[in-house]
């Protein structure tokens, strides 16, 4: 039974695409070669990435708590892009939270940084050409308050970056990989992939912040950062969010 469900699903799927692809006139057997070039999958993983912590949120926050909304918004001038909204119910406070992927290549053994000495990566936490140009301002920097929850992995930061060709390569540093594999308790790509394709962190604005703005490419720490924190404890913390809401 469970497979012919599958099947059916699998055959709705593809006439789906069989009619977006009528609808914007793609050479149907071009479709994958499209959407895996260089210049459209980082936009694909970043839209999926939106997805993914949506439907992240509604399987850690307490339904009969909070309303998780995917906020398909086109961006308007001088305001912010907001993937998520997250509702509280009992108080109607709205919570802004966004995703933003890991900077590709970033991961860093941190022997030879000055900044830190341990096994750290950077998020990409500051705004596309698109939005600095809708913001009206030519500072490509967040303010504080202008998300109330950020949310990454650390999966781009193990992707090459400025690569050639329709793969996505990956690092190659040895010694680098012994650090992530023993941080991840896995024993090869397969695994590390997986382990860090699920390694939700997420973080308050405030708790980053330099002269009232997010830094651009915020550190995270591979282990104990104090900011950035495992994504199971973000309904404490935006409890917290709601409490000092209220209190204003």
Known sequence: MNNLIKDDENRVLGGKVVEYCKKYSIPIEYFFDIVEDQKVNPMMRGKGMEYEIYLLLQKHLTPSEWIVQKLNLNPQPNMPDVDIGVTHRRTGIILKVEAKPSVRDSMNSGKKTKNYKVPHFKVKCHRSRSNISLSGSSN??????????????PSNSIIKGKTIGPDLELIQDEELLRILFDYYKVGDMEGLLKAINNDWRFVLPSEIAVEGFIPRTPYVLLENDPHWLPIGQIESKMLEIVRRMKRR
């Open 140 to 153: 490509d920097r967040y303010a504080v308050d202008t998300f109330d929850i950020v949310i990454t992995n």
